[in-house]
């Protein structure tokens, strides 16, 4: 009896006596987990991610899926800068970046999406000359999205983004699964496989 109480005494102390170091690494702090936010994407270029974004699903396949832009963008497509000063006034970004995956969950074929604030485009403005390939692969047949930056897109079923006013559109930042009725929007389940044009 005596012997099994130091042993789970001296077990104890030896759990204590851990280095503050090791016991820092399992805890990030608001600003480690803002540095995180940060990728290098599947083609080398980093891409910001919001904290919501970082700690879901979209994570991993934001960072392994390819990114295509707006073929109207394209002359900025690859432009490289300098990371600039961390304390500038917030701005607009050139883009706004959409995960979008053919099956829930961020699974089957993803591809980041990449087009101007306010800007309305269908999967056909990014397929390349003579191709139908990415609105073949992406037209009507999404079920997963994410934004870059945590903040929502509107989805529509037709081209155009409602320019005939008969599709009122889908607010949403994040759904991990459009056939499942959401408590905020239960029409979520009406884009399931229907998305074709979006304005973030």
Do not use: H
């Amino acid at each position: 009896m005596q012997r099994i109480s130091v042993l789970s005494l001296a077990t104890g102390v030896a759990a204590l006596s851990l280095p503050a170091s090791s016991l820092a690494k399992r805890e990030q702090t608001p600003n480690q987990a803002r540095a995180v936010a940060n990728i290098l994407a599947a083609d080398g270029q980093t891409l910001e991610l919001d904290e919501k974004v970082v700690n879901s699903a979209a994570y991993e396949p934001f960072k392994a899926s390819a990114r295509v832009l707006a073929k109207t963008d394209a002359q900025a497509a690859r432009r490289e800068e300098q990371e600039p000063d961390p304390s500038r006034p917030a701005t607009t970004p050139g883009y706004v970046f959409v995960l979008q995956c053919t099956e829930n969950g961020f699974r089957g074929d993803c591809l980041v999406f990449g087009a101007a604030p306010g800007k309305c485009v269908s999967y056909f403005d990014f397929n390349s000359a003579n191709s139908t390939e990415i609105s073949d692969a992406y037209n009507d047949k999404v079920i997963s999205l994410s934004t870059n930056t945590g903040g929502s897109c509107q989805f529509y079923k037709y081209e155009g983004c409602n320019n005939k006013g008969d599709d009122r559109g889908l607010t949403s930042s994040y759904d991990y699964d459009l056939s499942v009725p959401l408590p905020s929007d239960p029409r979520t389940v009406e884009y399931y496989k229907e998305i074709t044009s979006w304005r973030c």
